[in-house]
């Protein structure tokens, strides 16, 4: 059987038109025995390629099976035998591509092999930018190339010997060191010079004292990728497809060939075919080979299981100060015991020596995942979620029939999560630790302005293509419709062409990016693991898989993630042991106080952790939340998949007894009773499979890997026939069995698990607790912690003054960088910082305030002191912050546009005994309100004077006036004749506890 040495997949970013997937199907249906996916120095989409591989193997053997159970599908004609199929190997492979032109197929035989090739890979591309490698021939002479069998192609435009002279002299030089490594690939070129350029490239070969082989050197799987290849190859060089020129495909030929194809091609070299199955057949490297060693942790001669052993004893008396309960006392011996037999005992040491390091350093930080809310992770301070009130069982993650694992998820500060990450880098070396990478694919709208573009598109037509890119694709019968309402033609042939051509490059990877904080650590060199290349983030060094290539080879990752709302809880902690004098942790808010669920229930919770956004306001007044656990809930079934699987009103109606909680069988009741009958979890859908429709742990584990949350390419309808079958079987009710199918592919959108809603619901509370009882501080925390959540400054501000909270405007002698807290007899009054005032940086700022002594004076007296350049002086008197001075807006403006750049000279640094120029003062207009709330909104993006309706009120709400004016009347008769409330406090100037700062949005 036939081997393809060297196929171009789209990993080969904006070169080959295919998926390696793809190759792997078609390898099957040609019959080829294996595929080499050869990517440009590269071996990022060969995991995929593997997994493929591994499907078609298990379709066929299940295939097989069936067949000798049941006899083959169909009747057989007397004689015929059947077609007995067989799946094709994946052979591991990279195209190295060098500086000095030469380019040559890196194929491994042996684990060693693999391990030069990702050092050498990982060479090149650690010393150039992101996204390129830079590989020469002495790093094939330094590195080593043991275990590696190369495949030397020769320039495919030569068709004669003497023209390779550039060429030669690079070839002989690599045949000297590597020669009985070496082969040479003979590669048609399908432009009807094939015959020369066969016979030239056999030549070179007897010159090199090379063994011919054969490639086809594919670039698509598929003739009918023409187009898309051309299509790549003009985005990827900024042309248009009708100005490629030479660049263009000839012909759709370059595609994955059969052996019945070649032989005829190469005609009298034909012999090369077989050198190249013998060739194929030493090459016995697997990725399954890839036995990943996780970092053993052993620490001054401790054992791994000692040391877990005693922080977590360690870490339980510091929990539990005066004893822990026996019921949780058991836990942790019965969880130690578990990780001890399946020796994931180091796994939990890094996290916990990770999270450490975050705590020493005052970085507040949370763990969660599917074995962060354990009692060994509570112990070790991983998580702050008590074990009392989590519901999940140990070995839902820890399991002996998993043999992987368990994932933990640890969230840091979102402005501190740098420190941690540098801190792994520097304990393991960047040898041994990386983050993995995220694939970017095309999606919508950049695929319909980048193949646009390459189709020859005018902007204006791509715009309106991308602006009705949610008609286009939800359904195809109404693209049409979309197209004639925006003034396009959808007959016209272009527009076809270009219409079919972004659908079919949709899920194209585009460039490898970093993964958001997954962290890759090992005990030997990860290097020979996986390449290792350089992020765009300056310090950072990345792998070329993600985190589903990982999770496919079994490797394991540790999430260090950022979040907002912890540098907002951290910042309000310190808050409040400054302003209060009161010290609390996540672990030690006071539970369950109904103060806080009464505040939930209202819908009360502008800028509280997760349930800010307008859905969830609007059901948290139906769900009225009275205990931790209903948080719990609240956080996940606000989620695309419940949502879509129609989960929200079921367990509503249920909750409030307007529907009876009703199981189909004691068996599904356990699972779903905690949920009233309605599945909310990721992990209740994969217990509805197992448990209801009888899947086998191997299928439960790849539907959990579909339900994955935001997979690219997850699947999970095709367990659809798998699951209702089980299901009848197990004697449900098929609308039953339809329903829960439609709730669990619901999860494959969005499936958030229960493990990550206690952990976030701990936030919630926390976020909660502190804005209910400390609303001045919580405002000034989390404005503190912008960019983050859906609320601008203004509407944080707002809501804290509806909270009777008295916000100080900026003040040159009283602000600082941040936003501070300043006491007033018993309470506390919020003061804006620089940080709010646009185009004012956290440096200037520290300057004004280090140089700032007793006061500044006037708006000179910073410029001198301070030695901040003049725009910055005019952007602080832009934003009125010279006002405690006697200077409105205007004035101090005038002044500061008055001031030059650089320092003063000596000479006329003061006023010279009287003898200097005196400016008369300028008489400047005052700014009307009006004036003054748009100069705010330019300056800071938010107002403390008036709300900008407000002066438009008379004209949007009819009869304003004459409410205002007998609301005066009224009031001056039970005042005594004092007009209170004459004004809607949305006119008074500066109010001091009514909401009145911006719109939203």
Not at 385 to 405: I, K, L, N
Not at 519 to 524: C, L, R, S, V
């Amino acid at each position: 059987m036939f081997v393809e040495l060297s196929a171009t997949s789209n990993f080969t970013f904006l070169t080959g038109a295919s998926h390696p997937e793809e190759y792997m199907t078609r390898a099957e249906e040609l019959g080829l025995g294996a595929v080499a996916i050869a990517d440009e120095n590269s071996v990022a989409g060969i995991v995929r390629a593997h997994q493929k591989a591994r499907d078609l193997a298990r379709a066929i053997r299940e295939r097989a099976d069936w067949d000798r159970k049941h006899g083959p599908m169909g009747p057989l004609k007397l004689g015929h035998v059947a077609p007995q199929p067989k799946a094709p190997r994946l052979i591991p492979a990279a195209r190295l591509v060098l500086s000095e032109g030469l380019e040559m197929t890196a194929l491994p035989e042996t684990r060693i092999g693999w391990a030069r090739l990702c050092r050498l890979i990982s060479r090149g591309r650690l010393r150039a930018p992101k996204g390129q490698c830079l590989l020469t021939m002495d790093d094939l002479f330094d590195n080593g190339l043991e275990a590696l069998r190369l495949v030397l192609h020769p320039p495919q435009a030569l068709t004669d010997p003497g023209g390779a002279g550039d060429w030669l002299p690079g070839a002989q030089r690599l045949t000297r060191r590597f020669a009985p490594q070496m082969v040479l690939a003979l590669a048609p070129a399908y432009d009807g010079q094939d015959e020369a350029r066969l016979t030239t490239q056999a030549l070179l070969a007897e010159r090199l004292s090379l063994a011919t082989v054969v490639s086809a050197r594919p670039v698509m799987h598929h003739g009918r990728r023409r187009k898309l290849a051309d299509v790549v190859t003009a985005i990827r060089t900024g042309r248009r497809v009708d100005a490629l020129g030479r660049d263009a495909l000839a012909n759709g030929e370059r595609r994955l060939r059969s052996e019945s194809d070649l032989r005829r091609i190469l005609g009298p070299h034909a012999d090369a075919l077989d050198r190249t199955v013998q060739l194929a057949q030493g090459l016995t490297f697997s990725l399954d080979e890839l036995r990943y060693e996780y970092p053993s942790e052993i620490s001054a001669g401790e054992t791994p299981t000692a040391r877990l052993a005693r922080l977590a004893h360690a870490g339980l008396a510091w929990r539990y100060p005066h004893g822990a309960p026996d019921r949780v006392r058991q836990m942790l011996a019965h969880e130690l015991r578990l990780i001890a037999k399946l020796k994931y005992e180091p796994y939990f040491l890094t996290v916990h020596d990770v999270v450490a390091f975050a705590r020493s350093h005052s970085i507040l930080c949370q763990g969660r995942g599917s074995a962060a809310n354990s009692v060994v992770c509570y112990a070790l301070g991983v998580t702050s979620v008590s074990p009392e009130v989590g519901t999940m069982v140990f070995e839902r993650f820890v399991s002996e029939a998993r043999d992987e694992p368990p994932d933990i998820d640890v969230d840091f500060e979102h402005e501190r999560r740098e420190e941690v990450i540098q801190h792994i880098y520097q304990r393991y070396g960047r040898h041994r630790a990386g983050l993995c990478a995220t694939v970017i694919h095309y999606r919508g709208k950049r695929a319909i302005r980048e193949v646009g573009r390459a189709m020859g598109l005018t902007e204006d037509t791509i715009g309106a293509l991308s602006s009705q890119l949610w008609g286009f694709f939800a359904a195809d019968g109404m693209a049409d419709q979309r197209m004639r309402e925006i003034g396009l033609d959808p007959g016209d042939p272009r527009l076809m062409q270009t219409m079919a051509l972004v659908h079919e490059i949709e899920g194209f990877p585009r460039h490898l990016s970093q993964h958001v904080g997954g962290f890759i650590m090992t005990e030997g060199r990860l290097d020979e693991l996986v390449p290792i290349e350089n992020a765009t983030m300056e310090d950072r060094t990345v792998i070329c898989w993600d985190k589903d290539d990982i999770d496919t080879l079994g490797i394991l990752k540790v999430d260090v993630l950022a979040l907002g709302m912890l540098t907002c809880i951290r910042k309000a902690f310190d808050l409040l042991v400054r302003h209060e004098n009161t010290d609390l942790t996540l672990a030690t808010i006071p539970p369950e106080d109904p103060r806080v669920y009464d505040m939930l229930c209202k819908a009360d919770t502008i800028g509280v952790f997760q349930v800010e956004s307008r859905a969830q306001m609007n059901f948290l007044p139906r769900m009225r939340p009275r205990c931790f656990y209903d948080l719990v809930i609240e956080v996940a079934i606000i989620r695309p998949g419940p949502i879509q699987g129609d989960m929200v009103h079921p367990y509503i109606r249920r909750r409030n007894g307007e529907e009876s909680v009703e199981f189909p069988s004691d068996e599904l009741g356990k699972v779903l009773g905690k949920t009233l009958g309605v599945p909310l979890f990721q992990e209740q859908a994969m217990q509805i499979a197992i448990i209801g429709a009888g899947f086998t742990p191997e299928e439960a584990d790849r539907l959990r890997r579909s339900l994955a949350t935001f997979k690219k390419h997850g699947n999970v309808s095709e367990f659809r026939t798998r699951f209702m079958r089980g299901m009848k079987r197990n004697g449900y009710d098929e609308d039953f069995a339809d329903r829960c199918f439609s709730q669990i592919e619901g999860f494959g959108s969005y499936g958030f698990p229960e493990s990550h809603a206690a952990s976030f619901a701990l936030l919630v509370y926390a976020s909660s607790w502190i804005k209910r009882h400390h609303p001045a501080v919580f405002a000034c925390a989390l404005l503190n912690s912008q960019p983050m959540g859906f609320y601008a400054p203004a509407q944080i501000v707002r809501d804290a003054r509806e909270h009777g909270v008295e916000v100080r405007p900026v003040d040159i002698n009283a602000s600082h960088w941040d936003n501070t807290l300043e006491r007033d007899g018993r309470h506390l009054a919020l003061r804006l910082g620089f940080r709010q005032v646009k185009g004012v940086g956290e440096a200037e700022a520290e300057w004004i305030t280090a140089a700032r002594g007793n006061g500044y004076h006037s708006v000179s007296d910073v410029w001198r002191r301070a030695g901040v350049a003049p725009g910055l002086v005019e952007r602080l008197a832009e934003a009125d912050a010279f006002a405690p001075l006697g200077l409105n807006r205007r004035a101090a403006i005038w002044e500061a546009k008055a001031l030059r750049p650089g320092a003063p000279l000596p000479l006329f640094e003061g006023d010279m005994d009287g003898e200097g120029i005196v400016e008369p003062a300028a008489l400047l207009p005052q700014m009307t309100p009006g004036e003054a709330v748009v100069e705010d909104f330019v300056s800071m993006r938010l107002s403390l004077r008036a709300h900008p309706v407000a002066f438009l009120r008379d004209r949007l709400t009819p009869g304003h006036a004459r409410w205002s004016r007998d609301k005066s009347l009224d009031a001056n008769k039970n005042s005594g004749g004092r007009a209170e409330g004459a004004t809607p406090p949305e006119r008074a100037p500066y109010p001091r506890s009514r909401a009145s700062s911006a719109t939203e949005g």
